[in-house]
C-alpha cells in the first residue's frame, strides 16, 4: 500500500507558476505510476499528467501539454507538477493517484490510491 500527501496549492493570478508537490509512504514507491487529475466544482474528475516507474516516460492532457510538467524523485518518494502559464480554467482540486499496474494512465479507474488534493485557484 501506499499513502499520497499532496502540497503546494495556492492562489496565483493568470499567467503564474505553481509546483505541486505529492508525498508517497513505503518502500516502493519506484514500482507505482504516479499521476495527477484534477476535480473543478460540478465537473468530473479529469486527468493532468501522468509519469512511469522510472520517469522515462511521461503523458499529458492536451489541455496542459507545454505548460506542466510532471516529474518524480524515486529516493525521496515524491512526484511534482510544474504548472507555468497558469489559467483561470486551470482552477481545480489537484489530486495524486498511484498504482502498480496502469494500461490506461488517463483514466482515474486505473489508480487505487490517492490523496485528499491540494486547491489551486487562478484569478483572472
Known amino acids: 500500500q501506499v499513502q499520497l500527501v499532496e502540497s503546494g496549492g495556492g492562489l496565483v493570478q493568470a499567467g503564474g507558476s505553481l509546483r505541486l508537490s505529492c508525498a508517497a509512504s513505503?518502500?516502493?514507491?519506484?514500482?507505482?505510476?504516479m499521476g495527477w487529475f484534477r476535480q473543478a466544482p460540478g465537473k468530473e474528475r479529469e486527468f493532468v499528467a501522468a509519469?512511469?516507474?522510472?520517469?522515462?516516460?511521461?503523458y499529458y492532457a492536451d489541455s496542459v501539454k507545454g505548460r506542466f510538467t510532471i516529474s518524480r524523485d524515486n529516493p525521496k518518494s515524491t512526484v511534482y507538477l510544474q504548472m507555468n502559464s497558469l489559467k483561470p480554467e486551470d482552477t481545480a482540486l489537484y489530486y495524486c493517484?498511484?498504482?502498480?499496474?496502469?494500461?490506461?494512465?488517463?483514466?482515474?479507474?486505473?489508480?487505487?490510491?490517492w490523496g485528499q488534493g491540494t486547491q489551486v485557484t487562478v484569478s483572472s
Open positions: 513505503g518502500r516502493t514507491f519506484s514500482r507505482y505510476v
Open positions: 509519469i512511469s516507474w522510472s520517469g522515462g516516460s511521461t
Open positions: 493517484a498511484a498504482d502498480q499496474v496502469v494500461r490506461t494512465t488517463s483514466s482515474p479507474n486505473e489508480y487505487a490510491y
